[in-house]
């Protein structure tokens, strides 16, 4: 694997959805960081967890990036690593967009806490408040 470099994250969000045009151009639609809901149990639609990534050339080689979830009850839940090879950038930096999709899930009361792991640093955070409210999810 490569060294950490430089290498910075730029954005790291949860959304609904993420759509990417002909230019590789990507866009984030319905971010959110909180999800209502009446009565347990819940059950959440899927969503997707993004991070865009500045590349440099001084990180051209091979690099692991994961996204990790722990549930407010302290359980982690490892995504999948995803190993990309780095090499002869056209430009001084370049953006890596990395999504994982969380599956229909039934969840919790409570905060739900992703990171960023690139090389098996944590690079980023967000969370995910599961709250019991009047309105639904």
């Known amino acids: 694997m490569g060294m950490l470099a430089g290498m910075e994250v730029e954005i790291f969000c949860l959304c609904e959805s993420a759509p990417v045009n002909p230019l590789n151009q990507p866009s984030l639609i319905n971010i959110f960081d909180v999800k209502v809901a009446i009565k347990e149990p819940i059950l959440i639609d899927s969503f997707l967890v993004v991070s865009s990534i500045r590349i440099f050339r001084r990180d051209e080689g091979q690099h692991a990036f994961s996204i990790i979830c722990k549930d407010p009850h302290g359980k982690v839940l490892i995504g999948p690593k995803e190993i990309v090879s780095f090499s002869e950038l056209t430009r001084d ?45």
Not at 100 to 108: A, E, H, I, K, Y
Request: zero cysteines; a negative charge; glycine letters at 6%.
């Open 93 to 137: 930096s370049t953006t890596y967009f990395y999504v994982m999709t969380m599956p229909q899930t039934q969840v919790s009361i409570g905060v739900y806490e992703f990171s960023m792991e690139i090389d098996g640093a944590q690079r980023a955070t967000t969370v995910l408040h599961i709250e019991k409210g009047k309105n639904l999810i």
